[in-house]
């Protein structure tokens, strides 16, 4: 039977025999070709796609830690805090110098990344139990009683002062910030080369449920507080 030329001696029945008849002549007769600039459009579309999904692909695989890298984690607990501490942030050298109960970091200085052969100055932070003689009144008040008289400033807004001779601290002197100094309080030798540690000086706070003690070089003292943002935002990421 054909559209055009319907058999006489076959009428159709109704309406629904011609339409049934038209829609298969359209799905017979083939899709109109695009135009040639719409042609190119979509090719380049296309290619566009491909190469942003290759060069993402390519991003996440040059992006990926290598698995030997010093990323693995290693779990860790102070007190009631648990911690997963990349193993290149670790101060500890091998499972004989880890500490129990306690967790220690080496950082770079001002990265706070990982130790490298070009680093400068570092960070020592032992992290512990939390400890009353490492709160900030008790340890000015233990401090206190063996200061000299004579006050000094300092850049980065402290004050220094000296202990007395023949007190425990002899031989260090007490940088504080001000007014009162319970947000800074380190202590550093007078003769840094006579100490022998590149990172003589310590400073020790409290930080959501954990005791962090900073050893630091004097250099960068007057920097104390990017380094106590820092190391307090370094640990908060650390903290499971």
């Given amino acids: 039977m054909s559209l055009y030329a319907p058999d006489p001696t076959q009428p159709l029945a109704n309406a629904t025999d011609v339409a049934a008849l038209i829609r298969n ?51 860790s607990r102070v ?21 129990v109960g306690m967790a220690r970091l080496r950082l770079d200085w001002p990265s706070l990344g990982p130790v490298t052969p070009d680093t400068r100055h570092r960070l020592l932070v032992t992290l512990s139990p939390p400890d009353k003689v490492n709160e900030p009144a008790t340890q000015l008040s233990t401090y206190a009683r063996f200061l000299t ?18 007190s425990p601290y002899e031989g260090d002197e007490l940088y504080v ?5 319970r ?20 400073v020790t706070f409290r930080h959501r449920g954990v005791d962090v003690n900073i050893r630091f ?21 650390l903290m499971r």
Wanted: net charge positive; proline share 9%; with cysteine.
């Fill in 79 to 99: 007190g009631e805090v648990v911690l997963a501490i990349p193993e290149n942030l670790t101060g500890a050298d091998g499972e004989d110098g880890r500490l």
């Fill in 25 to 75: 002549h359209l799905r017979r007769r083939p899709a109109p070709a695009l135009p040639r600039g719409d042609r190119a459009l979509l090719r380049l579309a296309a290619a566009i796609v491909v190469l942003g999904l290759a060069g993402t692909g390519l991003a996440l695989l040059v992006t990926r830690p290598h698995p030997d890298a010093g990323t693995d984690l290693q779990a």
């Fill in 149 to 166: 008289p004579t006050v000094w400033s300092n850049p980065g807004g402290l004050v220094v002062r000296g202990f007395r001779k023949g």
């Fill in 177 to 181: 910030s001000v007014p009162d100094g």
């Fill in 217 to 237: 070089p004097r250099a960068i003292v007057a920097d104390w507080q990017i380094m106590l943002g820092g190391v307090r935002r370094t640990i908060d990421g």
């Fill in 183 to 202: 947000g800074f309080a380190a202590r550093c030798p007078v003769e840094t080369a006579q100490s022998g540690l590149d990172e003589p000086c310590r």
